[in-house]
C-alpha cells in the first residue's frame, strides 16, 4: 500500500496485527483509511468504538462506523453513534430516533426511544419504544415480550 505524502502521521488500527492491519492517516484537516485492498475514505475525525478495532468515523457532525478490517460497515449519517454490547448504536437525534446494528452492518431494529440494555446467559437485550409502546428486543432484533407496554421499568 503506498500513500500520499499529505499525511503527518500513518498508524494502523489493529495493534495486535499490524501487518494485516488497516491504517489511520492523519493530515491536518483530516483522517484517511486505507483498507487492505489500497481503498481510501477521508473522515473529518475518529473515536474509539469500544476496542477490538471498531472505529466510530464523522463527516461534519455525523458518525457513522469502521470495522477492524477498514470497512465502512454503518453509513455516516447519525448525530451519536456507540457501541453496547456486541452491537452498533446510532442516534438520529439526541435521544431518539435510533437503529442497532450488529457488525457486518445489517440493521437489525429501528426505535423511536431506547431504555436499559443488559446482558443475561452471554445475550444482550434492549427496552425499545415505538409509537409509545415499550417492549424487549434481544440482540437479533426479536421481539421477547408477549405483551406491549406502556411504562417499562426494570429493577
Known sequence: LTLDSEYEWVDDIDVSDPENSPWLCHSD????????DGNVR?????????GEGWLGVSSGELWGAVNPEGVEVIPVMYKQISKINSRLIGWRND???IDC???NGNLLFSADQMG???????????QVKND???EIV???GRT????KYQLMTRF
Open 138 to 140: 434481544d440482540e437479533d
Open 29 to 36: 484537516e483530516s483522517v484517511s483509511i486505507a483498507d487492505m
Open 132 to 134: 409509545d409502546i415499550w
Open 101 to 103: 446494528y450488529d457488525e
Open 42 to 50: 477521508r473522515y473529518d475525525d475518529t473515536g474509539n468504538l469500544g
Open 95 to 97: 435521544d431518539s430516533d
Open 144 to 147: 421477547v415480550t408477549s405483551k
Open 116 to 126: 436499559s440494555s443488559w446482558q443475561n446467559n452471554g445475550k444482550s437485550y434492549f
